[in-house]
């Protein structure tokens, strides 16, 4: 059983940084494809960065610039750098992990950004 545990969220002004990480059970970490999601009160979950087990990236439009996903592959664990922060990106942010066996989520970390 694949468990992720998100952690570093918390309430921060407008402008401010946050740093989540994502850590992973399970083996095979380095194979995986890894993505940060969010979903704000009201809306669908959206996906806001994806990293492959190469290495390469992709960002929503909204956080382009603003945003860096990065995996240490020796700790098992994915991050979501979050500068420049806007009242906007204000939600519960999540990891996923797609496997064979199927997706599995973290239990969410929340991020609020209000002066």
């Known amino acids: 059983q694949v468990q992720l545990v998100e952690s570093g969220g918390g309430w921060v002004q407008p402008g401010g940084s946050l740093r989540l990480s994502c850590a992973s059970s399970g083996s095979s970490f380095r194979f995986i494809a890894m993505g940060w999601y969010r979903q704000a009160p009201g809306k669908a979950r959206e996906l806001v960065a994806r990293i492959t087990s190469v290495g390469t990236m992709d960002y929503a439009d909204s956080v382009k610039g603003r945003f860096t996903i990065s995996r240490d592959n020796a700790k098992n664990t994915v991050y979501l750098q979050m500068n420049s922060l806007k009242p906007e990106d204000t939600a519960v942010y999540y990891c996923?992990?797609?496997?064979?066996?199927?997706?599995?989520w973290g239990q969410g970390t929340q991020v609020t950004v209000s002066s």
């Open positions: 996923k992990q797609d496997r064979i066996t199927g997706a599995y």
